[in-house]
């Protein structure tokens, strides 16, 4: 098993989906695991969980579009630990529309939390990781920011964005020990989707459920704990030789379908 002993790692929207999974699996193979979610109920229930299992986790509210908050919090754990070994920026919101329907509103808020949110973890983290020899960070992508998908233009916009920072961080960082990786899934069973197809597909989820599973060529949407590992390998000293590559996960989606 790959693990990370005393490792300490911020996992940015830890409190729910895909950021819970990440900071479950990170807990079980010895990390000292910060959730910073802007969501108390769900970051301090996921917290109490993983303490309950004996995992070393820690919750701390945070809104990653305010700078001054991630500022404080990225501080205070810094101040606590003395070292910050893994950034992981899962936070981030989803969007349906095109340009041409996507209000100024809507476009502001992705931009805040989806490009500024990781631009706020990398900008105060960095210089952490730089005093102590070095870190690994992992930015969550999608597909979006590879192919063309219906109705995702801001989202697609934000993602894009994620990628090239992702690739400017690596070569930026690469001589003070710090790796810079970015993954990109592609469906992924998470409440979100349960929730949009409650939303917008009432009586019809398991159809719409069904239907949206088999747009990835494997048949099925991914797990979050898939995500998980894969950000596990990817912080883990067997990836030492990896930095600067955004790594698709998502049943062939890209490769099969382009």
């Known amino acids: 098993m790959i693990r990370l002993d005393n490792k300490v790692a911020i996992v940015t929207g830890g409190g729910s989906g895909i950021g819970r999974a990440i900071a479950e699996t990170l807990s079980e193979v010895g990390a000292i695991v910060y959730i910073i979610d802007v969501q108390k109920d769900k970051g301090r229930e996921t917290v109490n969980s993983f303490r309950e299992q004996g995992f070393k986790a820690n919750f701390l509210h945070c809104d990653v579009s305010k700078q001054n908050?991630?500022?404080e919090v990225v501080n205070?754990?810094?101040?606590?630990?003395?070292?910050i070994d893994i950034l992981v920026n899962n936070a981030g919101v989803s969007h349906i529309g095109t340009a041409e329907n996507t209000s100024e509103e809507d476009f502001d808020k992705i931009f805040q939390i989806n490009i500024k949110g990781?631009?706020?973890c990398l900008h105060k983290v960095i210089p952490c990781?730089?005093?102590t020899g070095g870190g690994v960070?992992?930015?969550l992508?999608?597909?979006a920011a590879i192919v063309g998908l219906p109705d995702r233009f801001a989202y697609s916009m934000s993602k894009g964005a994620v990628s090239t920072m992702t690739y400017s961080v690596a070569r930026d960082y690469i001589n003070d020990n710090i790796r810079c990786n970015g993954i990109a899934p592609g469906r992924v069973h998470t409440p979100f989707v349960d929730g949009y197809l409650k939303k917008n597909y009432p009586g019809q989820e398991e159809e719409m459920f069904d239907k949206l599973a088999k747009t990835q060529p494997i048949g099925r949407?991914?797990?979050?704990?898939?995500?998980a590992k894969l950000v596990q390998y990817l912080c883990s000293d067997d990836a030492s030789f990896i930095t600067g590559s955004i790594y698709p996960i998502d049943g062939g989606f890209i490769s099969l379908n382009t």
Do not use: A
């Open 69 to 71: 908050q991630v500022s």
């Open 129 to 131: 990781m730089k005093l």
């Open 137 to 139: 960070i992992v930015n």
């Open 141 to 143: 992508s999608s597909v």
């Open 76 to 83: 205070k754990i810094f101040t606590k630990e003395g070292k």
């Open 118 to 120: 990781v631009y706020n």
């Open 221 to 227: 949407m991914g797990s979050p704990r898939e995500i």
